[in-house]
């Protein structure tokens, strides 16, 4: 299932992230998975979230610049090469990933993962039965 990353641009000075980390805290948002990446000038949050358009919505009336975009959260197993299998079998239908991120709970890697082809990555990822979370299984 397709589920809905943010992407928030944030300038390179100290606090911008607590910034936002507090916006969404205290308006009850729950951030699930997120990954920093940053470039001399600025940087980019991506974030899942409990509610996506509410954060939507108080982090615009903060002034930031966020993004919505569709990502793949996959689940396997949290052991060593259970990634690689997965990653292969999208790798052989020459499906490009433009960037991941992942986290582990227990005995289980949650994997975010934004591909160039979302179709036929699914489509990949259901023919060789890898379980893709539901945003309510985050």
Known sequence: MIIKQLSVFLENKTGRINDVVHTLGTNGINMHAFSMAETADFGI???IVSDVDKAVDVL???NFAV???DVVCLSCANVPGSLAV???YLAEEQ???????AFAQADQAHVV???NDMSQCLKVLEAHHCHVLAKDEL
């Open 45 to 47: 949050l991506r974030l």
């Open 95 to 101: 499906i490009f990933i433009e960037y991941m991120y």
């Open 67 to 69: 993004m919505s975009t």
């Open 60 to 62: 615009r009336e903060k």
């Open 86 to 88: 997965v990653l292969e």
């Open 113 to 115: 993962i934004k591909p």
